[in-house]
């Protein structure tokens, strides 16, 4: 039995404790919490480090070169890495593309991809969001044309995250345009160097390039590349939300945030001011009171059962949270809020940085806005 | 901390023996009749409480309780809380956890009803220590006691033990004041009464204050998910401008938004129980309860106040029932324990995780 069966078989403690020590040994120093999300040239180091181990892709089955961890377990190697700072990879083919092949993919198209997931070769990217398709993501237009034995793609995807990186993209795109919006969309495998395609790079407010705009044209791929029936993409893609949209509200930005505004409160001198320990305080609270619903949803996951639109509160309360406490910092700094560079040459103490880097996680993944509308309409069954 | 199938069965079934005393489909004759009544309750109705072993929920087998846990006795609450329940269940039960032997029987049976008075001042969240006890006597005054003037007898907290002191001994004079639930709050001036010693293990005020305060929290989270269903069907059915008003987005935000707020609470109160139920140490019980309750308080505030704008015009009838939601949040947000007492609380007994 090799270690991966092993591990499998520990209990939540153990399994805990193994992860713990796992990463503390091989997850290299300089890369704890990240200022920035990393690009491939600097977290590929830890990627092959995971794949060379076999923990790449937790929760793919044992047969396709995953660890086939139980929801629970798979719940507990995220909070690990979280407690200790582990950045992101570029992680779009283990956490999205790769569920849903196994589940829609040929037996074909599973050889072919899975394996290049696994040792980087295939480094991949998501093609969702369109300049004009955000919230209503529905509404894309990208159109692919099936001629003879190949499919063409025109159109634009924008906010695709790390595309300058990604040698393969995903794409939702139109193939129907007689049908109901979201019955009318196909999946398909585009490689980036395929003739017709042209990245640029989005230079954000944290003056960061993790967003690209994705070109499309006249780009000719075979006829393979469709996941799926056409037509059947939207489905695809949202039957796999349900862990991403407990996932997505995860307390830890927060409880990161908060760790950082304690830390900048002390260097401030005012840690000790009862007018920032009242405010500090209901954060804390804020915070624990997030975590204990997250912790509700985390056991419907753990049950196997896969949580509805009401789960869309996590994300909403989380990223506003996380913007209370990143408001916070800005006044608690004081001058250096205005800063561009991290306090003392250290970047985790980065007032400025983390304010902007919560501006997005309001408008990513469905806008505040739009999850409240959500709720209202399908959880509270308010009237349209 | 989750509960197993089982318990969450158990819990289940619990609180659907509440259906008991409260009417289906939210009536509230009842409880619009007992308004500023004396003593505001109804004493058959407290004998059915009693007979469902509600007082003693927490009060072990062995001593002729039901031997339940807090997930339990909090699930209770929160259903007397949707349904307005004005007897003093929450206060009986905190005495109930006090009292033994043969007072302990009568106050489970509901022959007696002994209050707990252990309040000093407002705003206290740690019972008063001024009343004295001297040779067969407590002299002292305690204040805020829910439904007083119905109680046959009061368990007194004094700085080194309890005392039972019966409501019609010498030198008891209790005053009450209506509160704007239609209840009333007692203020006991207690002046060489007669009284006797009662023998309690220690720690056994501070952790049924507790749990007193937990119950309190979950009776919040029963009023302000009454209060918000009361909304959104108001909501669903008034029509303006041709549409019912729930279709228009500010209000739609607004719902998703105290929606929110529900579900932080119920998960607030309910990780506190299960820690309870867990056996958490008296510092992180605290913390937790302390938690729960400044979220209940400003979360029933928030929820019942925003219900009355949501209602517009109606909602500031009498005859509207959301607006004894918001008396009822008016009371209880403040009852052991305010927000912002609880918040410095939960400062000083939660030590940080470092991350």
Redesign the interface.
Same mark, same amino acid.
Request: charged share 35%; aromatic share 2%; net charge negative.
């Given at each position: 039995m090799n270690d991966i069966d092993q591990l499998n078989q520990l209990d939540d403690d153990g399994f805990r404790a193994a992860v713990r020590e796992w990463v503390q040994q091989n997850y290299p120093a300089e890369l704890r919490n990240p200022a920035k999300r990393l690009h491939w040239r600097d977290n590929k180091a830890w990627y092959f480090r995971l794949a060379e181990h076999g923990w790449l892709a937790p929760g793919w089955p044992r047969e396709y070169g995953g660890m086939g961890l139980s929801a629970s377990k798979q719940l507990i190697m995220v909070d690990e890495y979280e407690?200790h700072g582990v950045c992101r990879t570029n992680d779009h083919g283990i956490v999205m593309l790769g569920p849903l092949l196994i589940q829609y993919g040929t037996e074909e198209q599973k050889q072919r991809f899975l394996p290049n997931i696994l040792t980087g070769a295939h480094v991949w990217c998501q093609g969702y969001s369109e300049p004009n398709s955000g919230s209503d993501l529905a509404s894309l237009a990208t159109s692919a044309v099936l001629e003879g034995q190949e499919w063409v793609l025109n159109g634009q995807k924008t906010w695709t995250t790390l595309a300058n990186d990604a040698n393969w993209i995903f794409v939702l795109a139109r193939t129907d345009k007689t049908v109901k919006k979201q019955e009318g969309i196909s999946f398909f495998l585009v490689p980036m160097d395929a003739p017709g395609i042209t990245v640029r790079p989005i230079i954000n407010l944290d003056m960061h390039d993790e967003f690209c705009e994705v070109f499309f044209d006249d780009v000719r791929i075979p006829a393979e590349n469709l996941v799926g029936a056409v037509n059947q993409g939207w489905t695809m893609a949202k039957a796999l939300l349900g862990f991403e949209r407990v996932m997505i509200g995860s307390p830890k930005q927060s409880?990161?945030a908060l760790?950082r505004l304690?830390v900048l409160a002390q260097r401030m001198g005012v840690w000790e001011d009862a007018v920032f320990?009242?405010r500090y305080?209901?954060f *804390?609270?804020d915070l %624990?009171?997030?975590t204990?619903?997250y912790?509700?949803y985390l056991?419907l996951l753990r049950r196997g059962e896969m949580p509805g639109a009401?789960a869309s509160?996590l994300k909403?309360?989380q990223s506003e949270l996380l913007q209370r406490i990143t408001d916070a910092m800005m006044e608690v700094a004081a001058e250096d809020a205005g800063l561009l560079e991290p306090l003392d040459g250290n970047r985790e103490l980065n007032p400025s940085g983390l304010f902007l880097q919560a501006r997005p996680v309001t408008i990513y993944g469905g806008s505040s806005?739009i999850? *409240?509308?959500i709720? %209202?309409?399908n959880?509270?069954?308010?009237?349209? | 901390m989750s509960l197993t199938q089982d318990r969450l069965e158990q819990v289940r079934m619990v609180r659907d023996s509440v259906a008991a005393v409260a009417p289906a489909g939210g009536d509230l004759r009842r409880i619009r009749a007992l308004r500023f009544t004396t003593p505001g309750f109804d004493r058959e109705t407290w004998k059915i409480m009693c007979d469902m072993g509600w007082p003693g929920l927490r009060v072990s087998e062995e001593d002729g309780g039901a031997g339940f846990g807090v997930s339990e006795s909090s699930a209770v609450a929160e259903e007397l809380g949707k349904a307005l329940v004005p007897e003093p269940l929450l206060a009986a039960a905190f005495a109930a956890r006090l009292l033994s032997g043969a007072a302990l029987e009568r106050q489970l049976s509901g022959e007696q009803l002994v209050l707990p008075a252990w309040q000093e001042r407002a705003g206290a969240i740690e019972p008063g220590e001024a009343t004295q006890w001297h040779d067969g006597t407590v002299s002292g005054r305690k204040m805020f006691i829910p439904m007083a003037s119905g109680a046959d007898a009061f368990v007194v907290v004094l700085a080194d033990g309890l005392a039972l002191v019966q409501a019609d001994a010498p030198g008891v004079t209790l005053r009450c004041d209506a509160t704007q639930d239609g209840g009333h709050y007692g203020t006991l001036t207690l002046d060489g009464a007669k009284a006797e010693r009662i023998a309690a293990p220690p720690g056994a005020v501070a952790e049924a204050l507790d749990e007193a305060t937990l119950a309190t929290a979950a009776m919040l989270l029963g009023v302000m998910e009454r209060a918000f269903e009361l909304s959104l069907d108001y909501l669903r059915t008034r029509k303006q401008f041709g549409k019912p008003i729930g279709s228009f987005q500010s209000l739609q935000h607004r719902s998703a938004d105290l929606k929110i707020q529900v579900a932080l609470t119920r998960a607030s109160v309910e990780a506190a129980a299960a820690s309870l139920d867990a056996g958490v140490d008296a510092r992180v019980r605290q913390a937790v309860v302390s938690r729960a309750k400044a979220r209940a308080a400003d979360a029933a505030m928030r929820i019942t106040r925003e219900a009355i704008q949501l209602h517009g015009g109606i909602g500031y009838t009498d005859e509207a029932d959301v607006g004894l939601y918001l008396r009822k949040a008016m009371v209880l947000a403040n009852q052991h324990g305010t927000a912002a007492a609880h918040r410095l609380r939960y400062a000083e007994m939660m030590p940080e995780e470092e991350s």
């Open positions: 407690r409880a990161y760790s304690r320990q009242e305080t209901r *804390r609270l %624990a009171d997030h204990a619903l912790e509700v056991d009401d509160m909403l309360n806005e999850q *409240r509308s709720l %209202a309409k959880v509270l069954d308010l009237p349209g | -």
